[in-house]
């Protein structure tokens, strides 16, 4: 089934007034703001939920994933806010007969600073496949019945934000002019759920299967980010692996629940390149988040990622145009 869930992505470096001014007080000049122009844009957008499981038995690994397709739709950089909308479009969506239908509801919230960036986001997706190898390598089992839900926020701090810019590979209100790169910390709290109306996995061999799985990640890792830049190319890239604290819960087909805590492992990567002048822009950027949580016998692994392919300009800004969207209250309370 055709992904039928309208997707937004939203970047709010601006709704509280002390960031919005942070566009007017860059002192170096390894960084270009654009604070007094808007920004419009198309853009080519895939989010997806997949999730792999190690069989205890074979130690083989299953992954299930949706088959969800891209979706197609306009941006725009404006009021210090950043809008996406986008809809559906039937790229990439394989044969249904063959992998099955996915239903999608993908909400997600990006907010970057100079300094910090912000994820929130809500995924609930229902219908996944896996490819079973041991009938044929094209035979895929088809799992209607599951439904994941992965619901967080994971915040992202830059300890050189004069040397290296977030917003210049993902978001594009700001052009980083030369290269260079920053010490990163990124912190997560995450909680999936996985459930079907019929067995998920066996967690041990000859054991009782799994019915639900639920776990709570809490995680904080270190790392680096860099952008090369030559001209008006860049490429940035950002990686970011740490500790995850991770509370579990899963109910087998004995109805016997069962409780873990341990340690694992959270990571999360960004890369990004394109072209930037003070009119024209465009490139593409890949972010992914992964966790991994280890119960009994089970290495279970769930990766949420956005895909993006944009082309935008960038105009002065008049008018209202100039205001943002913390002033938009007190200006329509005038009209």
């Given amino acids: 089934m055709r992904l ?7 970047c709010l470096p601006g709704i509280i007034p002390a960031f919005a001014q942070e566009h007017d007080t860059l002192s170096h000049t390894l960084i270009k703001s654009y604070s007094d122009y808007f920004l419009v844009w198309p853009v080519l957008k895939q989010r997806s ?7 205890p038995a074979s130690n083989r690994p299953f992954e299930y994933k949706p088959n969800n397709a891209y979706t197609l739709g306009l941006g725009a950089h404006v009021f210090d806010v950043t809008l996406e909308f986008t809809v559906a479009v039937p790229l990439k969506e394989k044969d249904p007969a063959v992998f099955g239908h996915s239903r999608v509801r993908d909400f997600q919230i990006n907010a ?3 300094s910090w960036g912000a994820d929130l986001f809500v995924q609930r997706y229902t219908g996944f496949y896996t490819n079973d190898d041991d009938v044929t390598s094209y035979f895929y089992v088809v799992r209607p019945d599951m439904t994941a839900r992965n ?7 830059v300890f050189q934000p004069n040397r290296y810019s977030l917003r210049s590979a993902f ?19 995450n909680g999936f759920k996985l459930v079907g109306d019929s067995v998920l996995f066996s967690v041990r ?42 509370w579990t819960y899963y109910l087998d087909e004995d109805d016997q629940i069962k409780h873990d805590i341990r340690f694992d492992v959270f990571a ?15 490139g593409f950027n890949f972010s992914q988040q992964s966790r991994t949580v280890r119960f009994d016998d089970i290495r279970f692994a769930n990766n949420s990622s956005t895909f993006r392919l944009l082309v935008g300009f960038r105009f002065r800004e008049f008018g209202i145009l100039r205001k943002s969207a913390t002033d938009l209250p007190r200006e329509l309370m005038r009209l």
């Fill in 205 to 246: 061999d000859g054991a009782a299967g799994l019915r639900k799985l639920k776990y709570t990640t809490l995680s904080l890792a270190p790392g680096y980010a860099y952008t090369f830049v030559r001209g008006h190319f860049f490429a940035s890239g950002m990686l970011t692996v740490g500790p995850a604290h991770n």
């Fill in 171 to 189: 978001n594009f209100s700001e052009r980083q002019l030369m290269s260079g790169g920053s010490v990163m910390l990124s912190g997560t709290l």
């Fill in 268 to 282: 999360s990567v960004r890369i990004g390149a394109g072209y930037s002048t003070d009119t024209f822009f465009a």
């Fill in 4 to 10: 039928r869930a309208i997707v937004f992505g939203l």
């Fill in 151 to 157: 619901v967080g926020i994971t915040g992202t701090y």
């Fill in 49 to 55: 939920l997949n999730f792999s499981v190690r069989d």
């Fill in 112 to 114: 970057l600073g100079r």
